[in-house]
């Protein structure tokens, strides 16, 4: 059974061994030639208490050097980074004791070496063609490339459907906020299409890790794809943050941190902004304007702050008269025009799109 371990070390260590990378060619090597192979990354004074004999090579690594090496029986030890080969045909020792499910010798040595020293400990089958990683209580035997292929392609598929309808119930949200309409359930189901999206975008970067350059065009894809969702979501954190103290770097944050681990509720959501206490769906809230702003051309951030500092909310800033406008901070009677002809533009658009 494969225990848990952080995404992150997780995704690491999938990088260090994914396709592109030069351990991977040798490791791939070694499969190819059935010679079977242990791998040991990593040296420090646990890995040594456990490695008995041995050549010491100290060379650079390269994908032959570990082909052929290979070849002989016991453990190929490496440097921390891959980047040399310290020891080959080095026998491993470690603690009976130490708990292992597998039942060859290879594999349960491996498993052992990796719970004893935390070191990452590769096994590549010489019999049934699989290669397993190993670290601390960490396993995961990888799978082939054309099966996480044809994972990450489907995910990007889903990825494209859930950023339609994230797009969707963000233009809902901007005819709402001309209507001046918005309720916390509207919110709320906006923040409930980016967590979606966040999802899959984790679950697409643990494939990316495992494809390496495999996934080259799968990643583009998905960059793409995801663009401007960050500065969109920041931006509709700015306009419902409880007050304007709280910095939207942190709760995007907070909000990517948590998607990682649970299924997020109405009231994380509401608390991620700052928002604590009872609120019902249906009570109204009102943005301060920074999205439908930013849209405006040429609008430089210190303005836009300085409307929202006079005004404090979309819907006042919208029915402020161009002699209003004019009196804020850096605002002459031309950028008055602009912003107010902006808006006009903008809610035209905006309710166009509603008809499509
Ligand atoms: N303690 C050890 N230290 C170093 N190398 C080992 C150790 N135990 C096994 N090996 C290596 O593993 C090889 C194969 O062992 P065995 O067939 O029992 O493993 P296995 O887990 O069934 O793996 P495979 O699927 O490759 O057959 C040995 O010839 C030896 O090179």
Redesign the pocket.
């Known amino acids: 059974m494969e225990e848990k371990k952080t995404e992150k070390s997780i995704s690491d260590i999938l990088q260090f061994v994914a396709p592109g990378a030069p351990i991977r060619e040798g490791i791939d090597n070694v499969l190819r030639a059935k010679t079977?192979g242990?791998i040991v990354v990593g040296y420090n004074d646990k890995v040594r208490s456990v490695v008995d004999g041995g050549f010491h090579i100290n060379s650079p690594f390269s994908p032959s050097y570990l082909y052929e090496l290979a070849k002989m029986?016991?453990?190929i030890i490496l440097n921390d980074a891959g980047t040399k080969i310290l020891y080959a045909n080095?026998?491993?020792?470690p603690d009976v004791y130490v708990p292992s499910t597998?039942?060859?010798?290879?594999?349960?040595?491996a498993e052992r070496v990796a719970r004893q020293t935390n070191a990452l400990v590769i096994?590549?089958?010489?019999?049934?063609n699989v290669i397993t990683l190993y670290q601390g209580g960490f396993r995961y035997a990888l799978k082939d490339i054309s099966v996480i292929l044809t994972k990450a392609n489907q995910a990007i598929q889903t990825l494209e459907k859930y950023k339609v309808v994230l797009d969707q119930s963000i233009s809902n949200l901007s005819v709402l906020e001309f209507e001046e309409l918005v309720t916390y359930g509207d919110l709320l189901q906006v923040l409930h299409r980016f967590e979606m999206v966040l999802r899959i975008k984790n679950e697409l970067l643990t494939y990316l890790s495992e494809l390496g350059t495999e996934g080259r065009l799968i990643r583009l894809q998905m960059n793409e794809l995801l663009a401007d969702i960050e500065e969109e979501a920041m931006l509709i954190i700015r306009d419902y943050a409880h007050n304007r103290d709280i910095k939207p770097f942190e709760v995007l944050y907070k909000f990517q941190e948590l998607v990682h681990s649970e299924v997020l509720d109405d009231n994380v959501l509401l608390k991620l902004l700052g928002h604590h206490g009872y609120v019902h769906h249906d009570d109204a809230i009102c943005p301060r304007g920074y999205r439908v702003l930013n849209k405006i051309p040429r609008l430089p951030i210190v303005i836009i702050e300085n409307l929202i500092t006079e005004f404090e909310s979309l819907p006042k800033v919208c029915s402020a008269s161009v002699d209003d406008l004019d009196e804020v901070e850096g605002i002459g009677e031309v950028r008055a025009r602009k912003i107010k002809e902006g808006l006009k533009l903008i809610k035209e658009q905006t309710f166009a799109d509603r008809q499509l």
């Not at 597998?102 to 040595?109: V, Y």
Request: hydrophobic letters at 35%; proline letters at 0%.
């Open positions: 079977g242990l029986d016991g453990a080095a026998q491993l020792a597998e039942t060859g010798m290879r594999h349960r040595t096994a590549i089958s010489q019999r049934r």
